[in-house]
């Protein structure tokens, strides 16, 4: 895989149009405003397949969140990539978002936050960031609470190493609605529009959608399924997303 390439991949990868919903729990594209409390945890398993003009690919992205406070998480989140490209095959570990996410108000039904932090270069070679550079990004978050339904929506901002090929300036938007059933059963609908970092691709944004499906087992374990497509024939033309969720006390 050409360094270009892999950039292009990563900053997608950050921005929800290839791969995991970075900057969501799994497997949505939107991030809310939940915190875990004080010092409680969540760990997420994300798996996601992806395919594009006969090449496949497959991420696992897991996040580890920790309560800090009531209102403030301090979260971690690696990323293992294999890319099945027509040039070969690609594997390895991707780059890791180091963010903190901060509920600053909340008045029912409605909540704000902010999600910030870096995206360092822990990939091994054409799978990531240059070593020496780093992605720092933000993203406002706002969520309302109208049970049985939930609307989250998101405003982000990165800023990538830029070059002729590629954009510096990263910007993000994505709106969901959730519906509850049975305190149980959690069904999604969530839409991103997103730059596309590679200016050669024609499209100065691009546009996908998610329908996916979120299961609470028990109490502290959920599992979900999604299916994300694109809207204007930039991204992936179908991925599938298969998570595993765990939150509680340590």
């Known amino acids: 895989m050409s360094r270009r390439r892999s950039r292009a991949a990563l900053f997608a990868v950050i921005f929800g149009l290839v791969g995991s919903a970075a900057f969501a729990g799994h497997p949505m594209l939107s991030e809310d405003t939940g915190t875990q409390g004080r010092d409680n945890v969540e760990l997420e398993l994300g798996y996601d397949w992806s395919r594009q003009a006969g090449d496949h ?129 959690f069904f999604i609908l969530d839409t991103s529009v997103d730059s596309n970092p590679d200016r050669d691709a024609g499209k100065t944004f691009a546009a996908v959608t998610l329908l996916g499906i979120i299961y609470t087992v028990r109490p502290g374990l959920d599992v979900d399924v999604g299916f994300r497509g694109r809207l204007n024939g930039t991204g992936p033309a179908q991925q599938w997303l298969v998570g595993i969720t765990f939150r509680g006390a340590p």
């Open 57 to 185: 690919s497959f991420l696992f992205q897991p996040q580890l969140s920790w309560g800090a406070s009531t209102t403030l998480d301090l979260i971690v989140q690696p990323s293992w990539i294999i890319d099945h490209a027509k040039g070969g095959t690609a594997r390895g570990s991707g780059d890791t978002n180091l963010d903190a996410k901060w509920r600053f108000y909340g008045s029912a039904p409605w909540s704000l936050g902010i999600r910030a932090g870096v995206s360092a270069p822990t990939a091994r070679d054409d799978l990531g960031l240059q070593h020496d550079r780093f992605l720092p990004h933000a993203m406002l978050v706002a969520t309302g609470d109208f049970t049985p339904f939930t609307l989250d929506a998101n405003l982000g901002y990165g800023r990538a190493p830029a070059d002729a090929s590629q954009r510096g300036d990263l910007y993000h938007f994505s709106a969901a609605v959730t519906v509850e059933s049975g305190q149980r059963l």
